[in-house]
């Protein structure tokens, strides 16, 4: 008699390798194996096939690299969602797209449950889990991690004793996660906040003191907020990320070190590797200073926050994530133009920026020749702008020599 299916998030690792027998047995189904490039650099069709030796009944390998930039990655961007100020949100950007490719998936092949390999300290579990019961509620969701608490040696024995391969039994240091978008690095030695990251915890950038000591320059291209040519060459999003993670990372730009806060309520130490995250949210901000204007820039700031926090949170498929991404399209309308970007040492710096749609004017910026602004205007400005200080000063803070009452500042003589 036939198996109800599952569909696995395989990674091809030992934790996912060894779900594959273990559902089987625990829960009596037959799993199908689910790959989805994100741009992590592994050969997913090998990963595939090691599945099918694994005992999957089938499994399925999928390159979305490009509609992870375009839907996930590049709207992250137009809004300027950096979580706590720092995080470029790679990892959590990937979690909903391959849960939502996983509910396809689930319905192709009629499978009644989906399964990851997340732990139960985590943020990723969240975002799998909140995904998969916002698009699909009927599907029941395993989590063997949170269920199993084997060991390393454990799993390892456990793998062994059903054939599994293993590639390497040296437990990692570090824990790591990566897509195109950047490469996260945790546990070991990184549990402690106050140690340095060693040279190891390292592998996209070389390190800023070594990193050649002439700058390089580079020239985005940017329409409606989206990034789309480098140095003048045209290019689809994942090819212009990869480049730019690459050239950033031989001028050690996009470390990224951050004490931050877990949706689960803990803090966690995590190293980012980000190059072209770095410089594209850079040279994005520096496009919108002169693109926005004084209130659509400020208030852009305060969407930003709570796009990064709904990413973060595992909020993607949301009302609110549709209605915060309406003002974000409307907002980015006009940003658009070039920005030129400096690599050096670690840091990318623009230096250089440029739109149709500026909002500057030299003409009414400069002190030399040309100036065009009106000076006679400014007194009757201030008048007007200070009248409702000036007025209230009068009437009540100054009244009576009272003067300001400001402790700690003034002394005893201002009362």
């Known amino acids: 008699m036939a198996r109800d299916k ?51 009944v089938d499994a399925v390998a999928l390159d979305a690299r490009n509609l992870f930039v375009d839907c996930f990655v590049f709207p992250a961007l137009m809004a300027g969602a950096l979580y706590e100020g720092k995080y470029p949100l790679a990892t959590a950007l990937g979690r909903p797209l391959i849960a939502k490719l996983m509910v396809d998936a689930a319905r192709e092949h009629k499978a009644v449950a989906v399964a990851h390999g997340c732990t139960g300290k985590g943020n990723d579990q969240v975002r799998f889990d909140v995904t998969f019961q916002t698009l699909a509620p009927d599907l029941k969701i395993i989590a063997p991690v949170r269920e199993w608490k084997m060991s390393r040696d ?42 340095e990251p060693p040279a190891d915890a390292f592998a996209w950038t070389v390190d800023p003191a070594k990193a050649p000591n002439e700058p390089l320059y580079l020239t985005l291209d940017f329409e409606q907020g989206r990034p789309v040519a480098l140095d003048g060459e045209k290019l689809d999003g994942a090819p212009l990320i990869e480049r730019l993670n690459k050239l950033g990372g031989q001028h050690g730009v996009g470390r990224i070190d951050h004490v931050e806060n877990r949706l689960v309520g803990i803090k966690s130490r995590e190293l980012y590797e980000a190059p072209a995250a770095v410089i594209l949210h850079e040279a994005h901000r520096e496009l919108e200073s002169l693109c926005l204007s004084k209130p659509a820039q400020r208030f852009k700031t305060l969407v930003s926050q709570e796009y990064a926090d709904m990413i973060y949170n595992g909020l993607w498929f949301s009302a609110f994530h549709q209605d915060l991404f309406a003002f974000v399209a409307s907002n980015q309308r006009f940003v658009a133009g070039q920005a030129r970007v400096k690599l050096f040492k670690g840091k990318a710096t623009v230096v250089g920026r440029k739109s ?60």
């Open 356 to 415: 149709e749609h500026s909002l500057y004017s030299k003409k009414l910026a400069t002190y030399e020749s040309g100036d065009s602004f009106d000076h006679d205007a400014a007194k009757g400005f201030i008048r007007l702008f200070g009248l409702s200080q000036q007025t209230q000063a009068q009437r009540q803070l100054l009244k009576g020599n009272k003067g300001f009452d400001l402790p700690g500042l003034l002394g005893p003589e201002s009362k």
């Open 6 to 56: 599952v569909i696995l998030a395989y990674s091809g690792g030992l934790d996912t390798s060894v779900m594959v027998p273990w559902i089987g047995e625990k829960y009596n189904l037959d799993v199908v194996a689910f790959t989805v490039d994100l741009g992590q650099g592994e050969d997913i069709e090998r990963i595939r096939q090691k599945a099918l030796r694994t005992g999957a």
């Open 154 to 195: 454990e799993e390892i024995a456990y793998a062994a004793k059903h054939g599994i391969p293993v590639e390497a039994t040296k437990e990692n240091p570090y824990s790591i996660d990566l897509n195109l978008f950047g490469r996260s690095c945790e546990a070991g030695v990184l549990e402690d906040p106050w140690d």
